[in-house]
């Protein structure tokens, strides 16, 4: 008969010895083996910070995201979203009054070029004018050449060019034939268009840069620069011709006188003048 084995003594004593020995290896075992027979934390745990025990965990609880939007804000919306919400208002509100500004601004600009060109439109129609006017002071009413005052200056200049160039210059003087006994016997009107005819004829033959101008009641002063003495008298003689041809047939008598080096117009006009008497005196 077999005799009943008793535990020992020390195992009847202390029978949670072997629990505490089991339980490590079962936790290895199951971290290890049974990883899917764990329980499951669900989302709402994991917000609230409970374990599958039902014990509050000491890690904080996970931000939950219930939209597609920045960590943080729930789904009815927070502080923080109303604060970005009301910012990006602004931004829109201050791009929208920058757009207009500048609308404005280019509308501004456009109005202030447009009075810019009526401004420059208005200035070359003065300068257009003063142009005009300038050359109605210069110019003779009746014979439409150069007033005496205009027409010396403008000598003057050719003086001092040809001296510069080192060029010729003939100024001849004009005395229109017999004007006196055609407005005594023809009338005054007779006697104007006989200087109008003389005037004609001399900006026909004439270059176009010569100087022409009426110098007193019948004369005329002329001045022709870069011109010989021999061409200047050829030139004369086509006026002559052309005048032959003209109603009341009017002549002249002309004098030339040609630049030297210490003359001035006054000079030149004086011995032109004393060369048409001399002609007149022999003809």
């Known amino acids: 008969m077999k005799v009943p084995r008793t535990p020992p003594e020390h195992s009847r004593d202390r029978p949670f010895v072997h629990y505490l020995v089991i339980i490590p290896f079962y936790d290895i075992f199951a971290s290890l083996f049974c990883e899917g027979c764990r329980p499951v934390q669900s989302a709402d745990d994991k917000a609230t910070g409970i374990d599958p025990r039902g014990t509050r965990s000491t890690t904080p609880p996970v ?4 939209f597609d939007g920045p960590v943080g804000l729930d789904r009815l919306g927070s502080p923080r979203r109303a604060e970005l919400e009301l910012r990006a208002a602004l931004d829109r509100r201050r791009a929208a009054e920058d757009r207009a500004r500048a609308g404005d601004e280019r509308v501004r600009a456009a109005q202030e070029l447009a009075q810019a060109t009526r401004e420059r439109n208005l200035a070359a129609r003065d300068r257009a004018q003063a142009a005009l006017d ?16 205009p027409g010396m200056e403008q000598l003057r200049r050719e003086i001092d060019r040809a001296r510069r160039a080192c060029e010729q210059l003939v100024v001849t003087f004009i005395d229109v034939d017999g004007l006196k006994r055609v407005n005594d016997s023809e009338g005054h009107l007779a006697g104007d268009a006989t200087l109008v005819a003389v005037a004609d004829s001399l900006r026909s033959c004439l270059r176009s840069y010569d100087v022409i101008m009426r110098f007193g009641g019948d004369e005329f002063v002329c001045a022709l620069p870069s011109a010989d003495l021999e061409d200047v008298r050829q030139r004369f003689a086509e006026v002559s011709k052309t005048l032959a041809t003209a109603p009341m047939h009017p002549s002249i008598t002309v004098g030339f ?27």
Request: no cysteine; hydrophobic share 30%.
């Open 257 to 283: 006188a040609q630049l030297d080096e210490h003359d001035s117009p006054e000079d030149l006009i004086e011995r032109a003048d004393s060369d048409l008497l001399a002609r007149r005196a022999h003809s």
């Open 134 to 149: 300038r050359a109605a002071s210069e110019t003779d009413e009746l014979t439409h050449v150069r007033r005496r005052g």
């Open 63 to 66: 931000p939950r995201r219930d």
